[in-house]
């Protein structure tokens, strides 16, 4: 593949072209896999578009905790399966920020979405009063803000590097760690910033979790009524099966190399769930978990057999 480079101080960084990726190798009927993932996309763009289209048009549900669904919807849109095994360098580095940065947003959103439920059970009393429009708006404009810098700054320095070796990047799509470990040259501040990014978007975010809920088990015990403890419990549980479908497998793929090898194929199966189930059962979670949603969206049905 030819190559293109660029000079900065005296230094020459030598650029490919083009990546290629290896995908799956030697796994017979492949096919029906990739059939699988095409109908998973195709449902979970229908049912992301159906639930921001019911909070969009619903004004009862333009509360700060359907701010944060909306959220949580609107970055699972930008989920997607690559097709093309060759892929150019720059999109390489384009898409790769926008997987980062898609799934970092998606880690704080849950965090905002534990702050949420912390605060309406442990102060129910505060709750309107805390938890606004206007505060959840900046908490999630903040992690905007914070992670696309993070995140672009950390993708942003592979434009210091040279890839004078193999172009074969062992996945289904440009992730930064496969990508980086490529290139022949000094290696160290990507590996310390590949660090510091997956700290800042896997690892931070479910301790703080963790500790939120925590609090609640706490505030819970408080509780005299066993059945007003089952009642707040269950106004969680939407959140932490969300919390569960995206943090296990995601923590699995990046946890699993540091302690065993793991098998491409296997790092690219576990890699393809983790960034499309989430974004499909997210939909489905709250529109039958959620009595609002799915009161809305039953209303909405009807409308249509009219």
Sequence with gaps: TSGNSATISNVTFVRPAKFYLSGFSNIPHVTYFYIFLCFVYIMTVVGNVLLLSVIFLVKTLHTPKYMIVFNLALTDLNIFVFHNRYIVYEACLSYMFFVW???GVQSWTLVTMAYDRFIAICFPLM???IVTKPAIAAMLLLVWVVLLSLIAFTVGLLDH???CGSLVIQSFFCDYGPTFRLACNDKF???TMTMVAMTVVMC?????????YVCIAIALSRIASHKERVKALKTCTSHLILV??????FLGTYIAPLTSSLHPNARIINSTLTHTIPALLNP???SLKTEEVHQHLF????????
């Design 244 to 249: 569960a479908i995206f943090y296990l497998p």
């Design 127 to 129: 709750y309107h009063s």
């Design 204 to 212: 931070f975010p479910p301790i703080l979790i963790v500790l939120t």
């Design 299 to 306: 209303f909405f049905q009807l409308i249509m057999e009219m």
């Design 189 to 191: 501040l990507n590996n």
């Design 101 to 103: 940065f898609v799934g």
């Design 284 to 286: 489905i979670i709250y």
């Design 161 to 163: 590097l040279s890839f």
